[in-house]
């Protein structure tokens, strides 16, 4: 079957869109691991489906690259945010969106009836280890010790829907991403595997990060990574509680602000291009 797709990205990160408010496919991994395949097929970080809601405005289900479905994904909701408005005629200012980890809300700045970003009520970040989920014990898992590959690192970890790793380096850049971003996604603290940002404080509230998604392998952005990168930075007293932290990506920028009932996320999204392929 022959159908049409949106790629879109948000700072880099990026995924191949579907309108499926008709009809969702049977197939959704499948799709997902055979259009991801940046040498063979469309490629992209995953594969979004927007899908009727009776809740909200849209419906998000995301599938990473290797077909296993993500509960959220903060470039992917700024993304539909602006499919929403740009493509599906919905003319709000504030949007709906329901996603696997709950209903998020979206502000959008439009100018000259297109989307230039999004802020994204992320939710409050989850720091119980069980709920994240992670194997420490305690009532939080920040700046605990995990040995990694027979060294032992410092971590935090933050659920923003989905489950995260954070830890302080000196040089995230320095790092050999592709070595030791799959010791931590397979690590045995983390039985639903782990998304994990490598962090370096350049200043009060200004943060370099680079991330290992699971499922995906290193992206050039994660904006559900960059939220629980402010999480652990305010942790650390290297951000403060309710003021903005920009967080600095392989893609860009994205501005986060943590308060204690809720993060929120600011960032552009963008359409890259559009066509037809056989699913």
């Given at each position: ?91 709000k200012d504030t949007l709906t969106v329901q ?65 995260h790793c954070v830890t302080f380096v000196d ?109």
């Open positions: 079957m022959r159908v049409h797709f949106w790629k879109m990205q948000g700072i880099g990160n990026d995924y191949i869109y579907f309108d499926c408010f008709d009809r969702f496919p049977e197939n959704p991994s499948e799709i997902a691991k055979k259009l991801s395949d940046r040498h063979f097929s469309v490629g992209g970080d995953g594969v979004v489906f927007l899908c009727r809601s009776e809740d909200a405005d849209g419906r998000m289900r995301m599938f990473n690259a290797d077909g296993s479905e993500g509960k959220m994904c903060g470039n992917a909701i700024r993304c539909i945010g602006k499919f929403l408005y740009e493509i599906k005629g919905v003319r996603t696997e980890s709950g209903l998020k809300t979206l502000e959008l700045h439009v100018d000259g009836g297109k989307v230039q970003s999004v802020r994204v009520n992320m939710g409050a970040a989850e720091l119980r280890p069980e709920r994240i989920p992670a194997s420490f014990c305690g009532e939080r898992a920040v700046n605990v010790p995990l040995t990694v590959g027979g060294k032992t690192v410092r971590v935090t970890c933050v659920s923003m829907g989905n489950p040089d995230p850049y320095a790092l050999d991403l592709e070595k030791i971003g799959p010791l931590f996604e397979h690590h045995p603290a983390f039985p639903e595997r782990v998304n994990t940002e490598f962090v370096r404080a350049d200043g009060r509230n200004e943060l370099t990060m680079r991330v290992w998604e699971r499922g995906s392998g290193e992206t050039w952005a994660c904006g559900t990574g960059a939220c629980a990168t402010a999480v652990a930075g305010v942790l650390a007293d290297f951000c403060g509680m309710g003021e903005d932290v920009t967080v600095h990506l392989r893609g860009g920028d994205l501005t986060i602000n943590v308060t204690e009932d809720a993060v929120f996320m600011t960032g552009p999204a963008a359409f890259a291009f559009e066509g037809d392929v056989e699913i």
